[in-house]
C-alpha cells in the first residue's frame, strides 16, 4: 500500500518544502523499532507549528488517513515512533520544539512537543534560572511531553510526570485547538499553576489514548533547593528486597522522603556498568548463582541496589537524612551533596593515579549520572543497559554519541512495567512471576522496582536481547508475552504499553474501554488520530 | 409541574419503602437552600445500594426524568442540595454511608456517597487505625465525596482531595457500572494505590461535570506522624498579604511546608469568633476602619491571619518549624503540639478561673478547632462564621446541634472561589477587587487565601448575608454577580460554582465547552444526570 498522490500532494501543501517524506529510507527508518515488533508507515510529515498540524488533520479526514503523532519518536521498548498497525502517517513533532516561557517566581516552562530533556535542561542551567527539570533515563534526546503524556516519570520530588504537568494544547481530530485546564479562558492567570480548571478536566482523558495531538504543555519546575542530598544504598541479601520496600514506603508516606525512589537488582546493575559476560559464562546467556555473586563483588553491586533523594535547607535535609539512614539501618547508605561527591571523586582519582587499585570506590564511576537524574540533569548513560544482550556493547565504557538513535543499533529492549501496591510481600509476588517466567525463556531478569508515590511501586523489566538474533528475538517475545499475561492475570496491570500488550488491556470486557471507544467514535468519527493505540477501534 | 404517577411508581418500585418522597414538605425543605437562589424538585429518592442507583437511572431514561445527586446535600454555599433548575428529582445518597475498606497499611479508605467527615474520622480515630483523614470546614455532617468531586480542599499534606483520591465508582447514564483507575480489572491489586491506571484517566472527566452518579470512592489517608507542629501566625499590617504569599509560596515549592496554608482576613476571623457589631456600628453593615481596628484588639486578630502545620519525625519537624519562623520574620508566630496545646490551655483556664484577664490568649479559644483540622479532625466551629450577618448569632459561644442544617437557618451564604496564581502581586489584586466591589454593594470582604497547591492560591470569599432581610438578598445577588464576573473578567477564574456562576463560566464560547457539550450527548443523549450542571445543555 502506498500513499495515494493527491493525499501526499494534500499533506504536502500544510508544511514547508521538504517536511512531508515518503522516500523508502526514511520509511525504513521510521519502520524500525528497539522492539520486537515494528510496523512500516505510509508517509511520515515534519510540521514546525501548531497551524500545520491543524492542517495535516484536515486532510487526514478529507483522504481518510490514519496519523500517528510521535513527538520525538523515542519511546523506546514500548514500539519507539511506530504505530500500532502499518499504513498510518507519522507525524513526527521533532521540529516543533520551542521554549515558550519559563516563569522563575512561579517554577514552570511551557514547552512545545519536540523539546527535549537534554534542551530543557540546558537553557534552565545556561540562563540560570534556578530551577530544575525532573528527568528520566530515556537520555537527552527523548521528548519530555512524550514521556509525560505516557505517564512517565524521573527521580526527583517531580517524579510523577503526569502530577506535575499544567494545562495543554490539543489539536482535537477536528483540527479544533483544545486548552485544558483554565487554558481557554483568554485571560486566565493560573492556567499554569492549577491543574484541573472549572469543570471536567479533560488532561487525563488525552494520555494513553488517541483523542486528539498534544502539542504543547507546561511543566512545573522544582527551585533549585538550598540543600541537596543523593543517597545510595545497597543490600546483598537477596531477600531483602521486602524489608526495603516497607521501610522506604513508611519514609514516604510519612512525608520525609519526598523523590522517587529506584531500587535494582544485581542484574540491572551490571547492565549499566559492564558488558554481559559472554566470556566468563561461556555464551550461556543466563548467569549463574556464582557468576552473578562473583559479578557482585567485581562491580560493587548489591542484590539490591537503591537511589533518591533529598531536597531542602542544610537542617530540612539533614534531618531527613538521619531518618533514612535510621530506616535503612542494616544497609550500606552513602549520601552525597555537589562537596562530598567531587571530593570523593579526586580521592578516587588520586589513587587510581597512584596504581592503587580503589576497588571499594568503583561504585562512583556510575554514581555522578545517578547523581545527576536525581538533581534532574538527563543523562545518555542509563541507555548502556539496553545493550546488555548484544555481543558488542561498544558503549559501556565510553559516551553515547550524540544524535545516535537506538533503533539503529542491535539493541533489543522492551520494558515490562507492572504497577505494583507498595508492600514488600507485593514485591516479591511480582519479582518471582518475573524471574520464573524469564528463566523458563533463557532470559536474565533485569528489574528495578521504583516507589512512584507513596502507595505504589512501578516494576520496570528491561527484555534486553539481541536483535540481529532470530531465535533470540523469538524467545523475547514468547518471554514477553508471557510474562505479561502472567502478571495481568495475577493483577499487576502495567502503567504502559506497547502494541502487543494494547489486547491484553482489553481481554476483560468492561463498561471503562466501552466508553473509551465510545467517546473515540464522537470525537474522531473517521478514526485519523492514531488508530488501535490504547483504545480498541 | 408534577411528577406523572407512573413515573413515581417506576421510581418507588426501585427502592425500600419510604424511600420516594414527593410530599410537599420534603419538597421544600429539599427546595431551600443557604443561597440566593433555590429550586424545587419534583422527588426526592433515597437509596440504600449501588443496584438501587441503576435502576432509578433506567427509569429516569424512560419517563425523561432528570436526576441531581447528591451525597448529603451539603454543597452549602453552593446551593447545598438543590438542582440547576426545577422538577429535578434529587437523589440523595446520604443513605450509602458504608465504609467498605480501611486499609492500615496502605493507608486508603474506600467509602460510599454518603459517608461524612465526622463519621470517617470517628471510625479512624475509635479503631484505632493510625490513620488520619483530611477534613474541609464544612462540618462534620458533609459527605467526604461530595466534596472531593467538587475538588474541595482541606488544611493538611492531604489538602488537595483530587490528588488523593485513587479509584472511584460511577453509575453511568445507561445504569452500567463504571470503574475508573485499575479498579475495572477484576484482580487489581493497585486499583487504590496508583490513580492513573492505564490507558485514558477517567476521574477528572467525571468530576464538576454531570456524566453519571459517583457511588463510591478510594481516598488516601496519612499515617499519624510521630510529630507534629500546628503553626498560627498573625500580622497587623493590612499590606503585609503580599509579603506572606511570597514567603509561604517559597517554603511550599521548596518542599519544607507541605500542608495547605490558610490566610484569613480579620473579617473572616472576626466572623468565626464573634456576632456582628451591630450596637458598636449601629446597624450600618460595613464595618468601619476605626472598629476594624478595635475589634482586632479585642479578638486577638491581626489584620491576616494563618494556619498551617508540619507533620514528619521531632528531627524533621523542628528543622521545618525553624524554616517556617525564619521565613515569617516579623510576623507573630506560634506553634503547638499536643502537649504545648494541653499546657497553655491550662495556663489560660487557671488565670481566667482567678479572675485575670488573659486576653492575650483570647485565641486560644479559636485555636483548638483549627488544630483539629490541621489533624483532620472535622469540626462544626467553621460553619459559625455563616451567622455572621443575622441579627441573632445563637451559635457563636454554644455548639452546633448534630443533625442542624445551615439550609434551616436564616444564614445566607455564597461562597465565591478565584483561583489566584500564588505571588504577592496577584494576591492583592484580587483582595482589591473584592473589597472594592463589596464595599459598593454595602457588604464587608470576608476572605481566606488558601495556598492549595505549590504555586496557586483559591481565594474564598464568604458573601455572607441575612436570608430573612429581602432586600440585603437582592443586594448581595447583585455583589455576587458583579465580583464573580469581575474576577472573571479579570481572569481569576473560580475554582467551583453554584448555579449563577454556570452561565458566566459558558461566556466564552471554546472548544472545551463544545467538547463537553458533545461527550455529554454521547453518554448521556436522554440528559437524565443533572442537566445544566457545569456542563452548557
Known amino acids: ?28 527508518r521510521y519502520g524500525r523499532s528497539t522492539a520486537f515488533w515494528s510496523t512500516r508507515p505510509l508517509a511520515v510529515v515534519l510540521p514546525t507549528r501548531r497551524e500545520e498540524v491543524q492542517k495535516i488533520v484536515q486532510v487526514a479526514n478529507q483522504h481518510g488517513l490514519a496519523l500517528y503523532p510521535v513527538s520525538q519518536g523515542k519511546n523506546w521498548g514500548y ?17 516543533m520544539n520551542r521554549i515558550l516561557e519559563i516563569n522563575r517566581t512561579l517554577g514552570y516552562a511551557v514547552i512545545e512537543a519536540g523539546v527535549t530533556q537534554g534542551q530543557l535542561s540546558k537553557v534552565l542551567a545556561e540562563q540560570k534560572t534556578g530551577l530544575w527539570l525532573d528527568a528520566t533515563g530515556a537520555g537527552t534526546s527523548a521528548s519530555i511531553l512524550g514521556n509525560t503524556v505516557e505517564r512517565g516519570f524521573g527521580h526527583t520530588r ?5 502530577a506535575t504537568t499544567c494545562g495543554m494544547e490539543i489539536v482535537l481530530p477536528t483540527g479544533q485547538i483544545l486548552e485544558t485546564g483554565f487554558g481557554h479562558y483568554p485571560a486566565a492567570k493560573a492556567r499554569h499553576c492549577f491543574p484541573y480548571g472549572v469543570g471536567p478536566a479533560f488532561d487525563g482523558l488525552f494520555c494513553q489514548s488517541n483523542y486528539g495531538i498534544i502539542t504543547r504543555i507546561a511543566i512545573w519546575l522544582m527551585p533549585q533547593p538550598e540543600a541537596f542530598c543523593a543517597f545510595f544504598f545497597r543490600n546483598s541479601k537477596d531477600d531483602s528486597l521486602p524489608y526495603l520496600v516497607d521501610q522506604l514506603r513508611r519514609l514516604r508516606m510519612q512525608g520525609i522522603l519526598t523523590s522517587s525512589v529506584h531500587i535494582a537488582n544485581d542484574l540491572r546493575a551490571f547492565s549499566s556498568r559492564a558488558e554481559y559476560p559472554w566470556k566468563e559464562c561461556g555464551n ?3 548467569l549463574s548463582t556464582a557468576l552473578r555473586q562473583q559479578l557482585r563483588k567485581k562491580h560493587f553491586v548489591g542484590a539490591w541496589n537503591g537511589t533518591g533523594a533529598l ?26 551533596n555537589d562537596r562530598s561527591l567531587g571530593v570523593a571523586e579526586k580521592v578516587v582519582g588520586g589513587l587510581t593515579a597512584l596504581g592503587i587499585n580503589a576497588s571499594a ?51 533489543g529492549v522492551v520494558w515490562i512495567s507492572p504497577v505494583v501496591p507498595a508492600t514488600g510481600e507485593n514485591a516479591v509476588e511480582v519479582e518471582r512471576l518475573i524471574a520464573g517466567t524469564f528463566e523458563k525463556h533463557g532470559f536474565d531478569p533485569l528489574i528495578t522496582f521504583t516507589l512512584i508515590n507513596e502507595r505504589s511501586l512501578t516494576g520496570i523489566v528491561n527484555m534486553a536481547f539481541d536483535r540481529t538474533n532470530a531465535e533470540e528475538t523469538r524467545r523475547a517475545a514468547a518471554c514477553y508475552d508471557e510474562t505479561l499475561s502472567g502478571l495481568i492475570d495475577a493483577g499487576y496491570i502495567p502503567y504502559r504499553t506497547g502494541m502487543p500488550g494494547f489486547k491484553k488491556l482489553h481481554q476483560y470486557n468492561s463498561p471503562f474501554w466501552e466508553l473509551a471507544r465510545q467517546i473515540k467514535k464522537t470525537i474522531d468519527p473517521n478514526q485519523v488520530i492514531a488508530p488501535g493505540r490504547y483504545i480498541p477501534s
Open 284 to 286: 550461556e546467556t543466563r
Open 79 to 95: 514500539g519507539d515512533a511506530c504505530a500500532p498497525s502499518d499504513h498510518q502517517v507519522i507525524v513526527d513533532l521533532s521540529r
Open 158 to 162: 517531580y517524579g510523577d510526570h503526569f
Open 311 to 336: 531536597y531542602g535547607t542544610r537542617r530540612t535535609v539533614r534531618a531527613a537524612f538521619s531518618e533514612v539512614k535510621k530506616a535503612l539501618r542494616g544497609n550500606l547508605v552513602l549520601g552525597f
Open 361 to 411: 570506590f568503583y561504585g562512583l564511576r556510575i554514581i555522578r549520572p545517578l547523581y545527576g537524574l536525581l538533581k534532574g540533569i538527563p543523562s545518555d548513560d542509563p541507555l548502556k543497559g539496553a545493550f546488555w544482550r548484544c555481543r558488542k556493547n561498544s558503549f559501556i565504557n565510553g559516551e553515547i554519541p550524540s544524535g545516535f538513535n537506538l533503533r539503529d543499533s542491535d539493541a
Open 1 to 28: 500500500m502506498t500513499l495515494p498522490l493527491d493525499a501526499l500532494k494534500g499533506l504536502a501543501d500544510c508544511l514547508p518544502v521538504g517536511a512531508c517524506l515518503s522516500d523508502s529510507e526514511t520509511l525504513d
